[in-house]
């Protein structure tokens, strides 16, 4: 079974983190991982994610793994689910999210929030956690940057450093980076991307990969990633809007989900939460969405889809 992933140490070790089980589980089957190179890992010059995925056609980090899952060359993917849009390719499919799910939340590296002096230099490529970040820190400078997570880790040391740098928890601690943050920030004041920490597992189909790897997942972690991704996909949002979703399962059964739309430059927050029956995440996700809209989202995403 051929496994593909983007080339990043990160993907590498995303896909460890897939087989180590799936090998006990599956004494007979050989995995072998393959690379794939994506627009965005080709293109670390092009300042924003939004301008990579028009060259790319499609997603900045997926979409030559995925025509080269349609096309026979691998039997499986293994992606970071936030970087995969809600919108799947025809003929491929999701299977249910592995767990357990890493830590969802972001993180800063080299200060704290509260620590960080007046006009400081943050570093972050994602618009959102740009939009956050001046919903909470208005004075900060924010620059754009791109790159691995040692690269961007690396950006608060040396000539032209950074104060800051704003990174997923998941990334870090699954490289062995967790000695470097700063600050965890609230999910609920600061929410991640959809899906973020979370594994996504992409086959054919009907395929016999997604016959033998259909019991792989876990109900609860797909629950609460599928109702971020469910109210990212009513708001038609992606990489390049500045949406943050984060739910998790309460004791008595049901899900919470918090969810932000923030305008780039931090002035405009709109903010819902909601809770609802854990096997029904996506109409809690179409819901919280629908709250955002009423509550006048749909004036923040418009002006940045313009």
């Known amino acids: 079974m051929i496994v593909g992933s983007r080339a990043s140490n990160l ?63 691998v039997d499986v993917i293994v992606h970071s689910l936030k970087d995969l849009p809600t919108v799947g390719s025809e003929g491929l499919m999701l299977l249910t999210t592995p767990g357990p799910r890493a830590d969802a939340r972001d993180v800063l590296c080299g200060h704290t929030l509260e620590s960080l002096p007046i006009g400081a230099r943050v570093g972050t490529g994602a618009p959102r956690r740009t939009a956050q970040l001046l919903a909470l820190r208005p004075d900060l400078d924010v620059v754009p940057i791109r790159g691995n997570v040692p690269g961007r880790v690396a950006r608060i040391k040396g000539a032209g450093a950074m104060d800051a740098v704003v990174l997923a928890a998941a990334g870090l601690h699954r490289l062995g980076l967790g000695d470097q943050i700063s600050q965890y920030l609230d999910p609920t004041a600061y929410p991640p991307s959809p899906g973020q920490g979370a594994l996504g597992i992409q086959v054919r189909a009907d395929s016999e990969t997604a016959r033998l790897l259909a019991g792989i997942g876990d109900a609860t972690v797909d629950s609460a ?30 899900l919470h989900l918090t969810a932000a739309v923030t305008s780039v430059d931090g002035a405009h927050q709109i903010t819902s939460a909601g809770t609802g029956p854990a096997d029904e995440p996506d109409k809690l996700g179409r819901t919280v969405a629908a709250e955002l809209l009423a509550k006048g989202a749909e004036a923040i995403l418009a002006t940045i889809r313009a």
């Open 11 to 73: 993907a590498k070790a995303q896909v460890r983190e897939v087989l180590a089980p799936l090998r006990n589980q599956f004494p007979d089957v050989v995995f072998r991982q393959r690379v794939i190179l994506e627009g965005g890992d080709k293109d670390r010059r092009t300042p924003t994610l939004a301008e990579v995925a028009k060259t790319a056609g499609g997603s900045a980090f997926s979409t030559n793994q995925e025509r080269a899952l349609l096309d026979g060359e």
């Open 225 to 254: 990633v599928r109702a971020e991704r469910a109210l990212l996909a009513e708001l038609h949002g992606g990489c390049s809007v500045p949406v943050g979703a984060y739910a998790e399962p309460c004791p008595d059964g049901t």
